[in-house]
């Protein structure tokens, strides 16, 4: 590895140790094609911190109960566990309350329930969504069959060559009939970081409510949802080293509290008779059924693990890890950057003049090196760039620049296969 293009070797800095990171994520000890791991498809999952593996292992092992239903010890232990967690993410992402916290499988599910149960019982012929170019597809199709049940009209802001949000269209676009602007936080196909203050600022002064895709955000940037002054905010916890099939809908209260439930069944209810029901409060009347006990506890582990670590301290690492790479891989002769924007997340998207992003991601693994290559459930995005696909390297706070620098000489071995 060239030594002067390392920015730890030369520069030790406060904040966040990577190497003392990766001693807590089990996995990515081993070895693939006989060389050491480099992870570097966070965009897609994270891997798990043993903190969060141990207390999922801890509520199995220990106090494994349904939750809300039982007055005996292990019912009580779950559910204060499972509630505990719920706090957590509300202080997370500052939200005024617990009861604004609702937890769903993930961001695709909680943008599903806000299209089914806001957009359904609220929108109407010709009322308008804005959403932008840059979403991925789980902010794009929710909406289209919302529009297929009510005759609203989807509309997309365009974005500019580097991948960033025109404003002065998004300005333009917002009128009488548009009723909700959903927009990402940060894009996963491009990193772009959406300038969500004046987003919403505008938005909420045409009074259109605003839903924030926070996907790709959670686990690299502090999330003030008040600050912000977003109506509804979404993530995975996943992809915020927790577990899969749990994820966070955060809404104004005010506004959950009008919205009619979004599936129906047990949980979600105080009385019913084969009559009429009657719904449970907020948040439980959007949760129907048995919920991820286990994904829920975990979360609020990885929730613990990344205040602990800091989000200033990773937002700081990984801008440093992605200017270390942009700069690298710029210095490759025939490799296009794909999203440029002046405020990017730490993902790299680029294409190889006359090599398929897959045949890309494929010699990287054998050597060791993981990351994705497609389209990235983004194809408006790849139509938009003129792209079919492209090769993906997204970071984590455990990532390293010897692992950059890994991927940057993988990417040359890779053209000189091709050449
Ligand atoms: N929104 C964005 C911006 C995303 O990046 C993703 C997942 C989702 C929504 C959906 O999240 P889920 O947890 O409900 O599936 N993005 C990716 C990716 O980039 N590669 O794999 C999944």
Redesign the pocket.
């Known amino acids: 590895m060239s030594a002067e293009r390392s920015i730890h070797r030369t520069r030790p800095r406060p904040g966040l140790d990577a190497e003392r990171v990766r001693a807590d994520f089990p996995l990515l000890a081993q070895q693939v094609h006989g060389m050491p791991l480099a992870y570097l498809d966070n ?2 999952t994270t891997q798990k911190p043993r903190q969060v593996i141990e207390e999922i292992e801890r509520y199995y092992r220990e106090y494994n109960a349904n939750i809300h239903r039982g007055v005996h010890t292990l019912s009580m232990r779950a559910t204060e566990a499972y509630e505990r967690a719920r706090s957590r993410a509300a202080q997370f992402i500052n939200a005024t309350s617990a009861q604004e916290i609702v937890f769903v499988r ?4 909680a943008i599903n329930l806000v299209a089914q149960s806001w957009g359904r019982s609220r929108l109407q012929a010709g009322d308008e969504i804005l959403i932008s170019a840059m979403e ?1 597809h ?2 794009i199709v929710p909406w289209q069959i919302l529009c297929g049940q009510t005759g609203a009209r989807l509309r997309v802001i365009p974005i500019n060559d580097a991948g960033e949000l025109i404003i002065e269209e998004y300005e333009r676009m917002l009128g009488e009939r548009t009723r909700l602007v959903a927009v ?1 936080h940060i ?2 196909a491009l990193g772009t970081i959406n300038p969500l203050d004046r987003i919403i600022e505008l938005a909420r002064q045409r009074g259109a409510r605003t839903l924030i ?1 926070g ?2 955000a959670a686990a690299h940037t502090r999330v003030d949802v008040q600050a912000l002054g977003c109506d509804f905010y979404a993530f ?1 916890g ?2 915020l080293y927790g577990p899969t099939g749990i ?1 966070v809908l955060y809404g104004r209260e005010a506004l959950l509290e009008e919205m009619p439930p979004y599936q129906g069944g047990g949980d979600m209810i105080k009385v019913v008779t084969f009559e009429r029901t009657e719904y449970n409060d907020l948040p439980y009347k959007f949760e129907a059924g048995t919920p991820h006990i286990a994904g829920g506890i975990g979360l609020g582990a990885a929730i613990d693990y990344v205040e602990r670590l800091g989000l200033d301290e990773i937002a700081a690492y990984e801008q440093e890890l992605l200017a270390y790479a942009t700069e690298a891989a710029r210095a490759i002769k025939g490799l296009r950057l794909i999203g440029t924007a002046a405020h990017k997340g730490a993902i790299l998207s680029f294409v190889l003049e006359g090599i398929h992003p897959h045949d890309i991601g494929t010699i990287l693994d054998h050597q060791g090196i993981a990351i ?1 290559s497609g389209h ?2 983004a194809m408006p995005v790849m139509e938009r760039f003129g792209v079919p696909a492209t090769a993906r390297a997204s970071f984590a706070a455990y990532n390293t620049p010897v692992e950059v620098d890994r991927l940057i000489r993988g990417v040359e071995a890779v053209k000189k296969v091709f050449s």
């Open positions: 965009a897609a993930g961001t695709t599910e991925h789980s902010n990402g894009s996963n895709d996907a790709q995975s996943h992809k994820g994705r990235h459930c």
